[in-house]
C-alpha cells in the first residue's frame, strides 16, 4: 500500500472526500515527524511506539573497494508494534 492507497482507503473508510483524506493523513505525519524531531515518543495505544533511537559512530567498509570508511553518528527512527496489532496481524 502507499500513501495514494492509504489516502483511498481513508477517505473509503470515513466517508471524508479524498482532499480531506490526504489533508488528514499528511497532518499526522507530519505531526509524528515533528514530535520525534523534537525528540518526543508518540504512543499509540494498541497499535505502537514511534521514537527515535542514537546510533554510534562506526568503522564500515565499502563493498566495491573494501577500504574503511567512518560512517558518523545519527538519529534514527523506530517503531515498536503494540500488542494490538501484533495480535491483529498474527490471527
Known amino acids: 500500500m502507499n500513501k495514494n492507497d492509504l489516502v483511498a482507503a481513508v477517505s473509503s473508510d470515513t466517508g471524508l472526500s479524498k482532499a480531506d483524506a490526504a489533508k488528514a493523513v499528511?497532518?499526522?505525519?507530519?505531526?509524528?515527524?515533528?514530535?520525534?524531531?523534537?525528540?518526543?515518543?508518540?504512543?499509540?495505544?494498541?497499535?505502537?511506539?514511534?521514537?527515535?533511537?542514537?546510533r554510534k559512530a562506526s568503522v564500515g567498509r565499502n563493498p566495491r573497494t573494501g577500504a574503511t570508511i567512518q560512517i558518523p553518528a545519527s538519529k534514527q527512527p523506530k517503531f515498536k508494534a503494540g500488542k494490538g496489532l501484533k495480535q491483529s496481524v498474527n490471527g
Open 26 to 54: 499528511d497532518g499526522v505525519f507530519n505531526t509524528v515527524t515533528g514530535a520525534l524531531r523534537s525528540g518526543d515518543d508518540v504512543r499509540l495505544v494498541g497499535f505502537g511506539t514511534f521514537s527515535v533511537v542514537n
